[in-house]
Structure formats: structure tokens, C-alpha cells
């Protein structure tokens, strides 16, 4: 189904490329006709999302933490990306120290896992490496971007371990 606005713009694009060879900018003429081709909307598309995006994280865990992790967050109005950045530039400032074992599920439970996935800032993921290497001596270990956003989550809602969620 197409719009109305869809011949003007086609026709448009093309009047552009014409105009962009006739004052000497082949470049950009060939850009725009590759628009125009076959195909050319959704490598548009495609090359805008990825560029743009943040990079997605993810953050591994019982099913049940992820369920409590989101009810926790939907109840007090936020969003889960916005709690996990506020988490790791809490860890970057050193105000925050992740729990070596933030509600490490005990091998055997079989508890069903799977992830939780958010996008990070690509700027404020490598801060957080740089972050988790100079605090590595300190910490006694290196936490992954994925562990200090797990256990900032948890403990800003204090939910409970993942097997006494799955009890209730």
C-alpha cells in the first residue's frame, strides 16, 4: 500500500539527483540513486539503526529475576535502560560496588535463565571496561558491564535471590 506523498517523494529524490550532477556533485547524486533502487529504502534503514543505536547488553539471569527486575521497574514509573545507565555511572563515580555474586543462581537449580537486554551508550560501555579494569585490585575481581547492571538493578529494588522468587 502506498501513500500519496510516495510519487512526490520518488520524484523528488530524482529532480535531487539531477540537480546534484548538473552543479558538479556526482557523489551525491550516486548516493541518492542508490535510494532510489531496488532495495535502497531498507539499506537506508538499516544503515541509519545501526548507526544510531546503542549497542545492545546482554544481561544473562533466571527468568524469574528478569520478571521481578521488570515488574520492580514498570511499578516505580522508570524505564530498565535508564536504571542500568544510572547504575554504571554509578560504578564509573566509585559509588557503587557491585556484590562479587549478585544473586549467582546455585548449579543446580534449574532455574530456567535467559536475558535481559538493553542498550548502552557505546561511550558510556567503554567507560564502564575502563572502569572495571582500575577497579579490578580493588574489587578483587573484574565485573562485566552486564554483572554491575544485574546487581545495581537488584539492589536498587532490593529484590530478593532467584530461588526465593522461584519459591513464591
Known sequence: MTSKKEPKLVA????????????????????????????????LRHATSSDTAAPNVAIHMPLVLRTAIQQAVNAADR????????GLEEFIAGRFTPAANAH??????ALETGALNVRVNADLKERVQEAAERRESELGYKPALGHVAKAWLIEKYGIAPA??????
Open 104 to 109: 549467582r543462581v546455585r548449579r543446580g537449580t
Open 79 to 86: 524505564t530498565v535502560p535508564a536504571d542500568v545507565a544510572e
Open 163 to 168: 530461588e526465593e522468587l522461584a519459591k513464591a
Open 12 to 43: 523528488n529524490l530524482r529532480a535531487a539527483s539531477t540537480r546534484l550532477t548538473e552543479v558538479g556533485n556526482p557523489e551525491l547524486a550516486a548516493t541518492v540513486d542508490d535510494l532510489l533502487a531496488p532495495g535502497g529504502w531498507s539499506r
